[in-house]
Every structure is written in structure tokens, then in C-alpha cells.
């Protein structure tokens, strides 16, 4: 349960809440809690939440634009068309979060909990989500465009129609993941676990695929206009429709 005298602080803006927090909770560790506190529309530009507790809460609408959510737990909230540009989630715990169109443009969310959660059309561009968990996330339609993806977890993954233009995915796992019709134009994918992706009409012009694992994947109509796709183990795929010679290869260097 919330503490309410924090809440009526924190509702005062950051600059309130940061200058009673500094004042007041200087103990290595504390976690102010607002677990299940409606806090839709709210302006918390730029607010010290580190270690905060807002499980359960309604954050939409939310302004957390450049906040520190380092380590703050935000299961199962609210965080519907809420803006987190440049802020830190650092290692934050986002699983089973209800986020569509939510903004995380630049954020920090390395090490984040972000599994079972709802980012439909969400904004990632540009963000850091290396070593993050997505387990089973529903990613439909997402902007990851130039974000770091690196050693993530993305099985399982709803990635349909997203857009992963020149993101670094390098050595993520993307296992069991439906990719469909996304755009991976120019992405870094080299040393990924593509296994069982659901690779159908999506877009790998120019993509570094090498050393990746694409056993069993499904790349029905796949655009592979000079993919790189040396060392890459394509066993069991299904290529139906799509022009490996359109690839950057060489046939010593592939397995099919």
C-alpha cells in the first residue's frame, strides 16, 4: 500500500519530492512506495525514483522524461501513452506492465525486467535494452530503431511489423519470436539465436546475420538483398520464395 505522506509529496512535483528526498531519505536502500497509487498525467520530469515501489500503479500519461527509475519496481502498472525520454530504468522491473504507445526514446533499460508485458507501438528509438528480459512480450508494431538490443532475451517475443532499423541485436536471443513483416533493414544481428523465428515478408536488406543460428526459422518471402548470412546455420529453415543469392555468402561458410 502506498505511503500517502510520501504521495502527497511526490504529487507536488520533482522538485518538491526531490528536495524532500534528499532531505529525508538519505539511508542506502529505502524504497519509497506508491504501489497502487493513481498517478495519471502526473509531472514527474526529471524525479529521483530510485528503488521506488509503483507496482500496480496508473502511471498514463505520466511525464518521467529524464526521472531515475534505477532499480524501481514497476510490475503490472500503467504506463498506457506515459513519456520516459532520456530517463534511467536501469535494472527496473517492468514485467507484466500495460505500456502501449508509451515513449522510452534514449532510456536506459539495460538489465531490465520487461517480460510479459504489453509495449504495442510503444517508442524505443535510440534506447539501450542491452541484457534486457522480453520474454514473451507483446512488442507488435514497436519503434526499436538504432536502440541497442544487445545479449537481450526476446523469446517468445511478438515483434510483427516492428521497426529494428540499424538496431544492435548482436548475440540476442530471439528464439521462437514472430517477426513477421518487420523491418531489420541494416541490423546487427551477428552471433543472435534466430532459431524457430517467424521471419515471413519481413525486410533483412543489408543485415549482419553471420555466426547467427536460423535453424528451423521460417523466411517465406524474405527481402535478403545483401544480407550477410556467412557462418550463419540455416538447417530445417523454410526459404520458400526467398533468393539466397541476393545474400553476401560464400558457400563454405554457410550450412543449409
Not at 12 to 22: C, H, L, S, T
Not at 78 to 96: I, P, V
Request: hydrophobic residues 40%; glycine residues 4%.
Amino acid at each position: 500500500m502506498a505511503d500517502l505522506e510520501l504521495l502527497s509529496i511526490l504529487r507536488q512535483g520533482a522538485d518538491a519530492w526531490n528536495e524532500w528526498r534528499q532531505t529525508h531519505l538519505v539511508r542506502p536502500g529505502v524504497k519509497p512506495d506508491f504501489s497502487g497509487a493513481n498517478l495519471h498525467d502526473i509531472n514527474l520530469a526529471g524525479a529521483d525514483l530510485r528503488r521506488a515501489i509503483l507496482a500496480g500503479a496508473s502511471l498514463e500519461g505520466a511525464n518521467l522524461n529524464e526521472a531515475d527509475l534505477s532499480n524501481a519496481d514497476l510490475r503490472e502498472t500503467n504506463l498506457s501513452s506515459a513519456t520516459f525520454k532520456d530517463a534511467n530504468l536501469e535494472e527496473a522491473n517492468l514485467s507484466g506492465s500495460y505500456a502501449i504507445r508509451a515513449i522510452f526514446k534514449r532510456a536506459v533499460l539495460t538489465k531490465a525486467m520487461l517480460h510479459n508485458a504489453n509495449f504495442m507501438r510503444s517508442r524505443f528509438a535510440k534506447a539501450d535494452l542491452s541484457n534486457a528480459n522480453l520474454y514473451e512480450s507483446n512488442l507488435t508494431a514497436c519503434d526499436f530503431s538504432f536502440a541497442s538490443l544487445q545479449k537481450s532475451n526476446l523469446q517468445r517475443a511478438i515483434l510483427v511489423l516492428a521497426d529494428l532499423r540499424r538496431a544492435k541485436c548482436r548475440g540476442a536471443n530471439f528464439k521462437y519470436a514472430d517477426l513477421r513483416g518487420t523491418d531489420l533493414t541494416r541490423t546487427q544481428m551477428s552471433g543472435s539465436n534466430l532459431e524457430h523465428v517467424n521471419f515471413t515478408s519481413a525486410y533483412l536488406e543489408k543485415t549482419l546475420l553471420q555466426s547467427s543460428s536460423l535453424r528451423m526459422s521460417k523466411l517465406v518471402k524474405v527481402d535478403l538483398y545483401h544480407a550477410n548470412i556467412n557462418n550463419a546455420d540455416l538447417r530445417g529453415a523454410n526459404l520458400k520464395g526467398t533468393d539466397l543469392k541476393k545474400a553476401h555468402y560464400k558457400e563454405d561458410r554457410i550450412k543449409i
